[in-house]
């Protein structure tokens, strides 16, 4: 965050509005609950159905003029917990986060709980393999064609450049900069 921070304080460059900051622009139903972040979807699994939580490691938006505004899903990942993992209850892995999203943004959660007309999740992790291997999983969910919903990076990548610049690949494996 505090690279999109320095990033955004450069001449032209859209306005951080950092998590807490966001509260405003949420509905007022989200504002006034105690998790206002923390959203639950079902995923339905055969004849069963699952409630998962959706709780981003942080939120934010960038903001231009005219109070239009890119919102974000930020998740950190450190390279500890199981990608593929197909167990979604009792275990935290990648896939069941990126189930989460998807579905998420798949009943339009995004905008009935966090007002986004559109919004992206994006992902820090350590490696490019990690990147290879958490496309792949996300191509089993959303399909073989990818999806632009996903965003992929490295810190190294994020060291080299402005997190803004041409530093994410997408669920399709695309390299792209988030105001593109």
Not at 70 to 89: P, Y
Not at 97 to 106: A, C, E, N, S, V
Not at 108 to 133: C, D, M, Y
Not at 140 to 145: N, S
Request: with cysteine; aromatic share 8%; glycine share 8%.
């Amino acid at each position: 965050m505090i690279a999109f921070e320095l990033a955004c304080r450069a001449e032209g460059a859209p306005a951080l509005i950092d998590h807490h900051d966001l509260l405003p622009y949420l509905p007022e139903k989200t504002r006034e609950d105690d998790a206002p972040f923390h959203a639950r979807v079902t995923l339905k699994r055969g004849r069963e159905a699952l409630t998962i939580g959706v709780i981003p490691d942080r939120m934010f938006s960038l903001a231009f003029e005219g109070r239009t505004r890119l919102n974000f899903a930020l998740e950190l990942d450190r390279g500890t917990m199981d990608i593929k993992s197909r167990q979604l209850v009792g275990k935290s892995s990648f896939r069941r986060k990126l189930l989460g999203y998807y579905q998420l943004w798949k009943e339009g959660l995004h905008t009935t709980q966090w007002g986004f007309k559109a919004f992206r999740v994006l992902t820090v992790t350590p490696s490019e393999k990690r990147i290879e291997n958490m496309i792949a999983v996300q191509k089993e969910i959303v399909g073989e064609q990818g999806s632009n919903l996903f965003l992929f990076t490295t810190p190294k990548r994020l060291r080299e450049k402005s997190p803004l610049a041409d530093v994410w690949v997408t669920g399709k494996g695309a390299q792209v900069a988030i105001l593109a």
